[in-house]
């Protein structure tokens, strides 16, 4: 199906099954966000939109990954879904498509496309969080099982999750980023702990996760031994297109809930112009990405100069928010107000999730500016 | 045109833009079929050569070829185009009354015997043809010497009745114009860029590269960033269709290359602020390219004012 033909019949679909597709309560919990999520998931998989751009053989009907680019799209511009959260599925679903035994991908990624499971991602370490490959979850092969042991942190909706991408240490403690492997875990495996993190947004969707000697079958590895760092690699491209380009449909949506409210004289012009080019210029970037993509091409540390807008565009719009609405942030109590809030108090992490602003000037530096090693 | 003809003619632009300047480069684009190109293929056309030319700090008078493209009069192919400062309250020389003129022009008024004044009045566009030689012309020396502006004022008699220009092929003009501008910027930062990256692996301070210093890297960082962002509202105004698209780009363009100008010279520090180094012909030529056809400043105020106003953002570029 081509782009044009698939928009045309989403929208359509959309528009048709608008109640069907409503939040339940609107209380705008986390709770309530991941049954929203399951919700419009199933529906899209069940009327056959969420199975676009991804192959066959994992339960999908095959075509460009734009038809799915703009699934996230179409469902963040209606505020159907967090895109924050419905990105999971654009990141791991591509790792297990890659990097899973068939079957095991055969078996898995319906179940996270139909929003039947949840999966987290646990990378992130309580010693390493801009230094990935010095991670030190322990894996240590005893016949047919890997036996696992160690900590993470940052690992988003692990409360939810019934599997886990995990990286571990399976090489010596110094064996950097070829030390490294993959691994699909059951979250209900014995040794599993999850304990979410209180944040200063609000809904803990950020957890620690612990590892107690957790025994993981040999047969759930994601690529070789040692293959893990290029798992993680691999999945970054997937994190700074189709997920970012969703991002960008969903600032556009919140930026025009604050048109639509934001009193008379509370802004001035210069402002409001400067953010609308932050986002525009996030955009443009962002569906160059996005094309080059799904036209095959390998994304490299150029994906750094996305990371760097996408998060100044996410701080600009925000940032207008709380000029334009300062009593709403500040004082309101009710559900808009407090939702305001928390994107707002959200988007200060944008330069510190997923690769800080400061690492990703270094990689711009190091990479695309060839200016050598720092320091 | 497909990539290997697009490479050639990039080529081609690359050498002629960094051989010659001024009239030169005018019969230089003449002879290697640039108009043809901007006939046919105008945005491949427009953005080469205007990004080699801002690489290369030199000038020509293409941007009249632009508008003209642009407006789609193909009986002024050739003349040069004073786009009026003010919106005028008159349509210019509609009952053979003299055209009162005030604008900025490329160096071709100078030679060229007939310029197409293109004026406002109203919601309607006007053009009238007039004889270049009646006009008063003041070479500009100002910020940027070596771009070969000329401020245009004084009266001269159409020399037939002036017409009225489509108000839809006008935006498209002005929008061909933005771009083109854009695109010098960004070819200009580009080269303020590529000076201050080889300055900074080259020079050493402290026993190592002034390259290897974070506070260096992360400020040419964040040029490359700001360049990007422009580079990609750029490549989309062409297919953008919200009519603001150019602006847009245009807007970023100019802020882009403030940010260049503001980075790059820290880097570049005392030997970029020396008159043989020939970063000042970059500040210089960004400045006044900002301010054509739109300054950052002004387009982002006027992008604000009109989205307050309605309450509506432009439409969201589509996938």
């Known amino acids: 199906m081509e782009l044009d033909e698939f928009r045309a019949a989403l929208d359509r679909w959309l528009d048709d099954q608008t109640s069907a597709l409503a939040p339940e309560d609107g209380s705008g919990t986390l709770d309530e966000h991941m049954t929203q999520l399951a919700k419009v998931k199933r529906l899209t998989f069940d009327a056959g939109f969420m199975r676009y751009g991804w192959p066959e053989r994992v339960g999908g009907l095959g075509g460009s990954a734009l038809l799915r680019a703009y699934l996230g799209e179409a469902l963040a511009a209606r505020d159907l879904v967090e895109p924050g959260i419905y990105s999971i599925t654009e990141t791991l679903a591509p790792t297990m498509i890659d990097y899973a035994p068939p079957s095991l991908a055969a078996d898995m990624v319906p179940r996270l496309l139909r929003g039947d499971e949840t999966w987290c991602q646990g990378f992130s370490e309580p010693g390493t969080g801009s230094n990935l490959a ?116 969903h600032l556009q949506r919140r930026l025009q809930d604050l048109l639509d409210v934001v009193p008379v004289g509370a802004l001035e012009p210069a402002e409001v112009g400067e953010t609308i080019l932050q986002l525009a210029a996030f955009r443009a970037r962002s569906r160059a990405t996005v094309h080059r993509m799904a036209r095959g091409e390998r994304l490299g540390p150029e994906t750094s100069v996305d990371k760097v807008l996408v998060a ?25 107000g407090a939702r305001w809030r928390t994107e707002f108090l959200f988007s200060r992490a944008a330069t510190i999730y997923g690769g800080t602003a400061e690492i990703q000037r270094n990689v711009i530096a190091r990479r695309l500016l060839d200016l050598g090693t720092d320091g | 045109m497909n990539t290997e003809e697009r490479d050639l003619l990039d080529e081609a632009l690359r050498r002629a833009t960094s051989e010659h300047s001024g009239a030169a480069l005018d019969a230089a684009l003449a002879r290697l079929g640039w108009h043809d190109a901007l006939a046919t293929e105008p945005r491949t056309a427009v953005s080469l050569l205007f990004e080699q030319q801002g690489r290369a700090a030199t000038t020509s008078s293409a941007l ?39 604008g900025l022009g490329t160096a071709r008024i100078l030679e060229a015997e007939y310029t197409l004044v293109l004026g406002r009045a109203e919601d ?60 010098e910027i960004l070819g200009a930062s580009s080269a303020m ?75 570049l520090a005392g030997m970029g602020f020396t008159i043989e180094h020939p970063f000042h012909r970059y500040v210089r030529r960004v400045l006044v390219l900002d301010e054509m056809f739109g300054s950052a400043r002004a387009l982002t105020a006027a992008l604000g004012r009109e989205v307050l106003a309605s309450r509506q953002l432009p439409p969201a570029l589509a996938l």
């Not at chain 1, 719009?317 to 334009?324: C, R, Y």
Request: some cysteine; hydrophobic content about 50%; aromatic content about 6%.
């Open chain 2, 124 to 183: 309607r566009v006007f053009a009238a043809t007039v004889r270049s030689g009646e006009l008063v012309r003041r070479p500009v020396d100002g910020m940027d010497p070596w771009l070969g502006l000329v401020e245009v004022t004084g009266a001269a008699s159409a020399v037939s009745p002036a017409r009225s220009v489509d108000v839809g092929m006008w935006r498209r003009a002005e929008a061909w114009a933005r771009v083109a501008v854009g695109h």
């Open chain 1, 134 to 249: 010095a991670l030190v979850c322990r894996a240590t092969r005893d016949g047919d099982r890997w036996r696992v042991t160690g900590q993470k942190v940052w690992t988003s909706l692990a409360q939810y999750a019934q599997r886990c991408v995990l990286l571990t240490r399976s090489g010596a403690p110094d064996s950097g980023h070829r030390g490294i492997t993959a691994l699909f875990v059951d979250m209900d495996s014995d040794g599993v702990e999850v304990r979410p993190i209180d944040t200063m947004h609000g809904p803990p969707e950020f957890c620690e996760v612990f590892f107690d000697d957790v025994a993981v079958p040999v047969e759930r590895t994601l690529g070789a031994e040692g293959q893990g760092w290029q798992v993680a690699m691999d999945l970054l491209p997937f994190e700074r297109s189709t997920a970012l380009w969703h991002r960008a449909a």
């Open chain 2, 64 to 102: 009249d070829d632009v508008l003209v493209a642009g407006l789609g009069i193909d009986d002024a192919r050739g003349a040069a185009v004073l786009v009026a400062r003010a919106d005028l309250c008159e349509p210019p020389g509609k009952g053979g009354e003299p055209v009162i003129v005030d």
């Open chain 1, 312 to 336: 100044q565009a996410d701080q600009a719009v925000f940032d207008l928010v709380a000029a334009a609405l300062p009593a709403e942030l500040l004082l309101g109590d009710d559900l808009a």
């Open chain 2, 193 to 267: 860029l590529e000076l201050a990256r080889r300055h900074a692996v080259e020079r050493v301070q402290f026993g190592r590269p002034i390259a290897a210093f974070q506070a260096v890297r992360h400020r040419l960082a964040e040029t490359l960033v700001a360049l990007e962002s422009a580079r990609a509202l750029l490549d989309v105004a062409w297919v953008d269709a919200a009519p603001d698209a150019a602006a847009l780009a245009k807007a970023v363009a100019g802020r882009s290359g403030r940010t260049a100008i503001r980075h790059c010279q820290q880097v």
